[in-house]
């Protein structure tokens, strides 16, 4: 997001903080309303791990759910990730992305999250749906899952989860800490109390001061509930669109390219930070707005840009590639990073203990 959007963005806020307590209460109430039973919450009798987090914009919630699908996927398990498909065009009841052969929707339908995790994840059903207790019990009968992975489920109370991971960003953690529309936190702090376990990701080694007195606010507001770090991670292999072609190449050609970075995710400085982190030779970056719908004027006015600052090659994000690559036909080629989250040690027995305490759950009695 562009200084510009930020200051529009908090001038919104400043004008909407008035309404911000009526807000709050209109949230905590419908919590309430959920956890007291006034509003029917739908059991499919299976696992149900919801990734999802307080704060408007992107903490990672992508890249965790893969983490956690193939954490299930090697313990046994035969998961399938339900998600509302932002900015998808397929509007039906149930949208199968792919399911356990094929992908079977492109970004433009299924949302650019969802097809990239349809893309990462091979053998893993994915499912867009407005009610996830529709999509979850369509992939239980017939694409045979046995657990299922809530994509951005922390608000979507009408399906209940034996699990409830909410993340916050290293880098924004509670923003301004207004709740809309005064500020952007999706719901009140005291909503935290339905989250089994917290995770920060896009931290740094050793941790800034920032997150360290962030982790013991969390610890002393909600004692018992374990707080897990992880960091972003470029993996080896490149994918390459060139020339009409698709192929991929090693991080350290990549580094010894003059590259131009662009991006359309909410938290573009991450990106931007692990391209400086690899010591790639970054000759310019743009960012656009999260979700951003490109258009041909945009490949002209990044070449032009790159070809300006003396790029060989333009970079971005695996969630923009899989928007750009079947529109993309400019001269230069177009590389796109794929960037991984690593858990420490202490998660993944976690999430292993949950998972042996999820034993004995009958997937067919949904």
């Known amino acids: 997001m562009t200084a510009k959007q930020n200051t529009r963005l908090e001038q919104l806020f400043l004008l909407g903080r008035p309404f911000s307590p009526l807000y709050s209460c ?44 193939r954490f299930l996927t090697r313990h046994g398990r035969k998961p399938a990730i339900l998600s509302r498909g932002y900015k998808g065009k397929a509007k039906a009841e149930i949208n199968v992305v792919s399911d356990t052969t094929d992908i079977l929707l492109d970004a433009v339908m299924a949302g650019d999250e ?15 749906g407005k009610k996830r207790s529709v999509t979850g019990s369509f992939a239980i009968n017939s694409l045979a899952a046995d657990s299922l992975i ?17 993340l916050f960003s290293g880098k924004k953690l509670l923003g301004n800490g207004h709740v809309l529309p005064g500020g952007e936190l999706r719901e009140p702090l005291s909503s935290l109390k339905r989250a089994d376990a917290f995770v920060i990701t896009d931290v740094d080694a050793p941790p800034e001061a920032t997150v360290v007195e962030f982790i013991s606010f969390l610890k002393g507001s909600f004692p018992g509930k374990p707080v897990f770090i992880g960091s972003y991670h470029a993996e ?23 590259v131009y970075g662009f991006c359309g995710i909410a938290q573009p400085e991450s990106f931007k930070k692990v391209l400086n ?32 600052s003396g790029a060989r090659a333009i970079i971005t994000t695996e969630k923009d590639f899989v928007k750009l690559r079947n529109l993309y036909n400019a001269d230069l080629p177009l590389l796109a990073l794929p960037i991984q989250l690593r858990m420490k040690p202490d998660f993944d027995h976690y999430l292993l203990q949950r998972i042996e305490s999820f034993s004995g759950r009958d997937p067919t009695s949904a």
């Open 26 to 69: 209109l949230m905590a109430n419908r919590s309430s309303f959920y956890r007291n039973g006034i509003i029917k919450q739908h059991n499919l009798n299976v696992p149900v791990i919801s990734v999802g987090n307080l704060i408007l914009g992107g903490t990672g919630k992508t890249p965790l759910v893969l983490y956690i699908a």
């Open 277 to 308: 982190r690899l010591k790639a030779n970054l000759v310019g970056f743009h960012a656009f707005q999260d979700h951003h719908s490109y258009s041909s004027d945009n490949f002209t006015s990044i070449c032009k840009d790159a070809k300006d």
């Open 236 to 258: 080896t292999l490149i994918p390459r669109f060139s020339q009409g072609k698709h192929d991929t190449i090693f991080l350290d050609e990549a580094r010894n390219m003059e």
């Open 150 to 166: 809530l994509d951005d489920g922390f608000q979507h109370m009408a399906l209940k989860r034996d699990l409830d991971l909410v």
């Open 114 to 128: 969802p097809r990239l995790l349809a893309e990462k994840l091979p053998g893993v059903p994915v499912l867009t």
